[in-house]
């Protein structure tokens, strides 16, 4: 079904139903709708309906939707119906706050080892996970077969610490690093740019006013 | 123009396009086309044409884009011809790795006036800019006629510090407390949820594994 190119935004639309059918769900709520998801989360129906449609056919025409269900089969599309074992690289001020993110946890992202590369900071730990040298990534990261690499390294050292991440096999890298990556094709990398959200707001703010 | 729905997707590759024409022009270079955009972000060159064609007509049939001035115009359209003062609450370790985050200053977004409510941090400087008991915020917001609020309290208290924003006068908030807020209409509110990023990549590593 993946040889359909799914729009990203869709992706990220996913993620947000399925934040919000957990809501629903602990309210006892047994049944949705396009409709109701829309009203929650703050779009149309029609796109929640287009949204869904890329990965088959969902709930029942004038029944709606099981919302355990639907929230299952949504996680399972995003590949959350297992735990994943992350690895941190970098605790300076961002690294830190990412370590003990409670996000990342509750949507199965689990920390599994911390590196970074200031003797001050080895050996310290943080939530019950002591910070290792980053010479110790390699073997750790195999021998926990982590899969997905957290970049909150300096940009002048995050190209260093993506070669020596895929050397130790993950698969998957999230980059913070206000830097450019070289990666193969294989891996699957994605930048997160925290100025773009405030662009998203000025945009919108400015209206017809600034262009 | 604004009446048309942008999508919001394409309010985010506009930001992407911008930074890469930054990059071209520091290069030198004077004129480029939807292609050339297209390979430098990983978008195809449809997908840049069409994200322009919301703003109106850019660029010579045959000739291409002039790199400075279609850099600009998206800036403008972004609402980043001018600086923005922007507000900083709570200075945890993600609030501490905000207000050094070089990404922000790069794109016109001035961070003015910090504020926190533990008397441990009020007092200290971060960057120059005096950490400020939360008693302050309204006086100070509005005698900087700060527009922008960036949240990075504790859930517990994130809907009061957005009230305050409110009363003091900022039109945009950025939250990054994992809470829903209430806002009247014409505030503009975006929540960034740190997950959704791995989540991204979880979808993309899965492929048809996964459902």
Chains 1, 2 share one sequence.
């Not at 001020?93 to 996000?103: C, E, H, P, Q």
Request: proline share 4%; glycine share 10%; net charge neutral.
């Amino acid at each position: 079904m993946k040889t359909l190119k799914i729009p990203e935004a869709t992706i990220i639309r996913l993620s947000v139903y399925s934040r919000h059918l957990t809501d629903v769900d602990r309210k006892g709520i047994i049944t949705t709708s396009s409709g109701e998801i829309a009203d929650g989360v703050g779009v149309s129906p029609a796109q929640v309906r287009k949204d869904l449609a890329y990965f088959g056919e969902f709930g029942t025409r004038g029944v709606g939707y099981n919302v355990k269900d639907l929230r299952q089969h949504i996680m399972r599309i995003l590949g959350l119906g297992v735990d994943w074992s992350v690895t941190l690289v970098g605790v300076g001020n961002l690294g830190l706050a990412l370590s003990t993110y409670k996000g990342f946890r509750d949507r199965g992202f689990v920390i599994t080892s911390i590196f970074d590369a200031d003797p001050k900071k080895i050996g310290t730990k943080i939530e019950n996970i002591e910070v290792l040298p980053i010479e110790q990534l390699e073997t750790v990261v195999k021998q926990n077969s982590t899969q997905i690499g957290i970049v909150a390294v300096p940009a002048s050292v995050a190209q260093e610490t993506v070669d020596k991440l895929i050397k130790a096999g993950v698969s998957a890298i999230l980059n913070f690093a206000p830097v450019v990556l070289n990666v193969p094709p294989e891996i699957e990398l994605r930048n997160v740019d925290l100025a773009v959200n405030l662009e998203v707001l000025t945009f919108n703010v400015c209206g017809q006013r600034c262009y």
